[in-house]
């Protein structure tokens, strides 16, 4: 007998997390577009309708236990735990439901599935929550913390408030943008923003040695009236 796909709408998913339908559907669509090498996108994500209040059909996703746990990973802290919980409970439910309309099975066997399934569930939990640390970004704190020193360290190669390069705007902005495109190329991220916070000491450290490259520095050179690089 072929086996039916259990899923969740993402209506559903949208109350478990608290966040608006729209807003979870451009999550599911982002995370669809950064797993663009996966060709089967819909072992997570299923592409689906449903009929709304005014009796209007709408877009939506139906989310398999795989997708729920793609998207639970794009979520940090207790909100993620209770997201994973309540997505958990949600298909044992619906496993249980599935299981009321197939034939008996035997106290043996009802058990043993039980137990794998409880085991199942409880690795799944205590995997998400060992990963916590390092897929959790770094804080609006950290974020602070970072951005003052990006500004020290910048002003810093400029020559100061006072001089030419700072004052120059143009200097000014480049310097700032390839700080942080180096920060972000060294911790392969597209925003500083989201650094894991389990290397937020390594970027500490890391910011105040940034060199400028060649073509910049050769700016801040002349807009300082420093006639070599060497």
Same mark, same amino acid.
């Given at each position: 007998?072929?086996?039916?796909?259990?899923?969740?709408?993402? /209506?559903?998913?949208?109350?478990?997390?608290?966040?608006?339908?729209? =807003?979870?559907?451009?999550?599911?669509? =982002?995370?669809?577009?950064?797993?663009?090498?996966?060709? $089967?996108?819909? @072992?997570?994500?299923?592409?689906?309708?449903?009929? /709304?209040?005014?009796?209007?059909?709408?877009? +939506?996703?139906?989310?398999?236990?795989?997708?729920?746990?793609?998207?639970?990973?794009?979520?940090?802290?207790?909100?993620?735990?209770?997201? %994973?919980?309540?997505?958990?409970?949600?298909?044992?439910?619906?496993? $249980?439901?599935?299981?009321? %309309?197939?034939?008996? *099975?035997?106290?043996?066997?009802? &058990?043993?599935?039980? %137990? &794998?399934?409880?085991?199942?569930?409880? !690795? !799944?939990?205590?995997?998400?929550?060992?990963? #916590?640390?390092?897929?959790?970004? *770094?804080? @609006?704190?950290?974020?602070?913390?970072?951005?003052?020193?990006?500004?020290?360290?910048?002003?810093? *190669? #400029?020559?100061?408030?006072?001089?030419?390069?700072?004052?120059?705007?143009?200097?000014?902005? !480049?310097?700032?943008? $390839?700080?942080? +495109?180096?920060?972000? %190329?060294?911790?392969?991220?597209?925003?500083?923003?989201?650094?894991?916070?389990?290397?937020? *000491?390594?970027?500490?450290?890391?910011?105040?040695?940034?060199?400028?490259?060649?073509? &910049?520095?050769?700016?801040? =050179?002349?807009? $300082?009236?420093? @006639?070599?690089?060497?």
């Amino acid at each position: 007998m072929e086996t039916i796909e259990q899923t969740i709408t993402s /209506n559903e998913v949208a109350k478990m997390v608290g966040r608006t339908h729209d =807003n979870v559907l451009k999550d599911i669509r =982002n995370i669809i577009k950064q797993i663009g090498g996966v060709k $089967n996108h819909e @072992s997570y994500f299923i592409e689906s309708t449903y009929t /709304n209040s005014q009796n209007k059909e709408l877009p +939506n996703y139906l989310l398999t236990k795989k997708g729920c746990e793609l998207y639970s990973t794009r979520m940090t802290g207790a909100k993620g735990t209770q997201f %994973a919980v309540a997505y958990i409970e949600r298909f044992n439910q619906m496993e $249980n439901q599935l299981k009321e %309309a197939m034939p008996p *099975i035997s106290n043996t066997e009802l &058990l043993l599935e039980t %137990a &794998l399934k409880h085991e199942r569930n409880l !690795a !799944a939990v205590n995997e998400r929550l060992d990963k #916590l640390e390092t897929e959790t970004i *770094i804080n @609006s704190s950290q974020r602070r913390k970072i951005q003052g020193l990006v500004r020290s360290t910048v002003i810093k *190669i #400029l020559g100061g408030k006072k001089s030419n390069a700072y004052k120059n705007k143009s200097i000014n902005r !480049a310097a700032f943008s $390839n700080c942080y +495109n180096q920060l972000k %190329a060294v911790f392969d991220v597209a925003s500083y923003m989201d650094i894991p916070k389990a290397r937020f *000491i390594e970027a500490i450290d890391l910011i105040p040695k940034w060199k400028p490259d060649l073509e &910049l520095q050769a700016r801040i =050179n002349q807009a $300082n009236g420093i @006639s070599s690089l060497w």
